[in-house]
DNA sequence: ACTGTACGATTATGATCGTAATGCTATAGT
DNA sequence: ACTATAGCATTACGATCATAATCGTACAGT
């Protein structure tokens, strides 16, 4: 007795999560608000709550898909330091710097995301993890718990690199924290042998 | 025919300075309204327009501030990679990701000042040069150009990792991240001699 | 053909947003 | 001692915020 097919409800709660995540990277989370959030799908605001108990139920559901996709790209690599290569320099372009909507979501939402609830941070959690597994899959060339320290650092050198590269408004400078950073990305992916790090770090 | 002293005004606004870097930096600048930012400096909303022109204006001063304050502590630091290492284990302890109204301006809210005006970006431009030159001081043993390059990898890399950690949920992951940076900072800061990046990268 | 209902539109809520006009008052200069 | 004013408080503006109740309507099952 419904008004669409069984498929329209799903289908509308997808491109909600799709489009809200473009919003959300190009005007942050706090900046977008329910009304813009829901035009951008081509609905007003009574759609909302059919669909998401709230707006942190939303930024969650946002975030769980952002990184699904983004790790789902990273998988699609083929194997090899050379597709690292490859990918490094397209999202360390200044293409890529200069699309926020359609870019990385962490480098546009993760000190946000920080601040948000435990759900939030919890999607978070899950997909940062599945995205450094991937990562360090395509560095492991037998020592996995090397590759995986790596990946940790590909990753987060990159977003902070990004992001940098955002806020900056000096052109030259900007093009060339993308340039070094690059450099400096192959200097942790290729770093053949390393000593161990301090183990005395606190670990509260 | 003041009311106070020739001081009170510039302490005022100081210290509005002062208490709004650490609200901005644990609510994040869209998160934090005028109302909380003048009571935070025991004022309240009339004050606010005496001392700035608007939001954005105290924004782009306290970005100049914080990161002002955050360079002289670097450029205070003993010369020599020994000293970098002090910073970087206290940059990348718990305790600093657990203080966000006490830490890092740039963990706390790189990816919303990429988002905010011109003139917010340009007190981030400065700022931020001002740090890679200050770190690149600390790094250099003769090729000042690959100094710098370490510098703002160290930079970027700390900033992306520092945000993560504060991300993510899970303990034993951020604490991983924290501990794996340490790893991979100084992978960057020694990394003695390295191949030069490519140079074909578009540069729009 | 009829009807029940699911989906989304409309409208409204109280709170908070940035900004600003106005009011008060304690003191510094005369 | 008197007064002008600097510094802040009070109050208010319209806009927008997240959330929600109500309403209309197009289609699915009968």
Redesign the pocket.
């Known amino acids: ?5 069984p498929e ?2 799903g289908a ?1 709660r997808r491109r909600m999560i799709e489009t809200a995540g473009r919003r959300f990277k190009s005007d942050g989370i706090d900046g ?5 959030l ?1 035009a951008d799908a ?10 998401f108990a ?3 139920d939303l930024v969650a559901a946002v975030v769980t898909q952002q990184l699904e996709d983004q790790v789902a790209r990273v998988d699609a690599l083929p194997a090899g330091l050379a597709s690292v290569e490859t990918f490094l320099r397209e999202y360390l372009s200044p293409a890529h710097r200069d699309d926020l909507a359609g870019g990385c979501p962490s480098a546009a939402l993760l000190d946000e995301i920080g601040r948000r609830d435990d759900a939030t941070k919890h999607a978070y959690t899950d997909g940062a993890r599945s995205m450094i597994d991937a990562i360090a899959r395509h560095l492991d060339d037998g020592d996995a718990q090397l590759a995986r320290e790596r990946a940790i650092g590909l990753f987060t050198l990159v977003v902070g690199a990004l992001q940098a590269a955002r806020a900056i408004t000096d052109a030259t400078l900007s093009d060339g924290i993308l340039a070094a950073t690059y450099t400096n990305a192959m200097t942790i992916a290729a770093a053949s042998q390393r000593s161990a790090a301090p183990s005395d770090q606190e670990s509260r």
């Open positions: 007795m419904a008004r669409y097919g329209h409800k509308t977008s608000g329910i009304a813009t829901v081509g609905l007003t605001n009574g759609a909302f709550y059919g669909h709230s707006k942190d």
